[in-house]
């Protein structure tokens, strides 16, 4: 049983580079959430897919931001030109949303992004 | 708007006692969950149970239960006799009631089981 990967754990970047970061979730899931947490904080949402299409993208995700997730498998998300506020861990989860709102998510161990 | 509040940053408790960590939440709709998940120093958020708006019983997993108190608009978490393991940040969260199903979570609690 393996359940929600994601690559890499930790990441370190100098303000101005382009990251990206993969999720991996259960394989038979259909929805894919990305959350950002900052310290002492609880995770925000991001976006979320619903298969391949992504059908919500958060106010926080800023035209830096760009995911995807091709043919509703993996997804990435891509952060360009990094800021230093942009340093925090990114979390992505997924979930079967069959069960609607008792569906529960499965979240991945996190990257951690520093932004030097 | 929904709304969750932990107004407890942090908690001690003895090992083999039981804990609370409160919840509060705000929500204007007639049907929600209220999802708890515990977060360890690895950072992974681990599901811990989950409680219905209109469960009738309070949930329970193991030594995990909650104290539904709709009227209070609270679910508290009880953690029955603590283990060192379960030393972590501990957050409650619930879907938006539109077709997402995206958490808002909570600022979350720190429990430190003493030995």
């Known amino acids: 049983d393996t359940g929600v990967s994601q690559n890499p754990r930790h990441k370190i970047t100098k303000r101005g580079q382009n990251v990206t970061f993969r999720c991996d979730p259960i394989?038979?899931?259909?929805?894919l959430y990305w959350y950002r947490q900052t310290l002492g904080q609880g995770p925000e949402f991001l976006t979320y897919?619903?298969?391949?299409?992504?059908?919500?993208k958060s106010r926080l995700l800023s035209d830096r931001f760009s995911a995807e997730r091709p043919k509703g498998s993996f997804s990435t998300l891509e952060i360009q030109r990094t800021e230093q506020g942009d340093s925090a861990m990114y979390l992505c989860a997924s979930s079967l949303a069959l069960r609607g709102l008792s569906s529960e998510q499965y979240f991945g161990p996190g990257t951690r992004l520093t932004v030097t | 708007a929904q709304k969750i509040t932990q107004t407890q940053p942090g908690m001690f408790v003895q090992e083999k006692e039981a804990v609370t960590l409160d919840c509060t939440y705000d929500t204007s709709d007639q049907s929600y969950g209220l999802f708890w998940y515990k977060q360890p120093s690895s950072g992974e958020m681990i599901f811990l149970i989950y409680q219905g708006s209109y469960d009738e019983q309070n949930a329970t997993e193991g030594r995990y239960s909650l104290n539904f108190q709709k009227a209070r608009k609270s679910a508290n978490l009880v953690i029955s006799a603590s283990q060192l393991g379960d030393s972590a940040m501990y957050f409650c969260a619930m879907p938006r009631m539109d077709s997402s199903y995206k958490l808002i979570f909570g600022s979350g609690t720190r429990l430190l089981v003493r030995p």
């Open positions: 394989s038979e899931h259909n929805r």
């Open positions: 897919f619903q298969n391949e299409a992504q059908l919500e």
